[in-house]
């Protein structure tokens, strides 16, 4: 046991004596100290760091910023003029259109004194009075029944329209209330008597009804 363990010794201080490993250990370090020296190089020692932009680029970026913006305002200011534009338009075209239809308000108001006055004196006839027995006032009366029907169709064909609501719910657009009077048989708020006659020009009261409207008891 003793000579065995003397020989494994000897051949374990000749293989660490070996000059062929004594000579490959300098070179293995030598080889493991450039690999890690020559790690990662930074982009520096890569020369590929990004250049800062010269003076003209960073004035053409500003300019650029500049014109964007100024563009973008202009644009804006742009399209609120052509919205203006189209709300006067259509103002304009409407105080035109509004013109032809009732531009002869004032007129009309001036003629439905006359057609009162033909409804008045066609109404004042007794009915028992007309008669061939009184050729007169019969030619009188038929020519101002003539004349009323006349000047109510002149009426319609420029819009204007009579308002007789006997009966119709009462409407503070359309009608004006001279008097309230409780009338058995009637619903409250309806008219019971019209007075004095409403026109409409266009569908826009001209006069309203004068009328008497029922209340409640």
């Excluded at 003397?6 to 070996?18: F, K």
């Excluded at 052509?82 to 531009?103: F, P, V, W």
Aim: charged fraction near 25%; aromatic fraction near 6%; include cysteine.
């Amino acid at each position: 046991m003793a000579t065995w363990c003397v020989r494994a010794l000897r051949q374990s201080s000749s293989i660490i004596a070996s000059p062929s490993l004594v000579r490959a250990t300098p070179r293995l370090l030598c080889t493991a100290a450039q690999q890690k020296s020559s790690g990662p190089r930074t982009e520096e020692e890569n020369g590929t760091q990004n250049p800062e932009p010269s003076a003209a680029e960073k004035a053409f970026i500003e300019e650029k910023t500049q014109l964007e913006e100024q563009l973008k305002d202009v644009t804006d200011k742009y399209k609120r003029a052509l919205a203006d534009t189209e709300n006067l338009r259509q103002r304009s075209q409407k105080m035109i259109n509004d013109a032809k239809l009732y531009g002869i308000q004032g007129f009309c108001k001036d003629l439905l004194e006359v057609a009162d006055i033909l409804e008045k004196a066609t109404e004042s006839v007794p009915k028992t009075e007309i008669s061939t027995a009184n050729p007169h006032l019969k030619n009188l009366y038929d020519g101002l029944v003539m004349t009323e029907v006349q000047i109510q169709k002149v009426f319609q064909k420029h819009g204007l329209d009579k308002l007789n609501p006997d009966g119709q719910k009462f409407d503070p657009y359309e009608h004006e209330a001279v008097f309230h009077a409780p009338v058995e048989g009637k619903e409250a708020g309806t008219i019971a008597v019209v007075t004095k006659v409403g026109y409409k020009l266009h569908g826009r009261t001209l006069r309203p009804a004068l009328v008497g409207v029922v209340k409640a008891p």
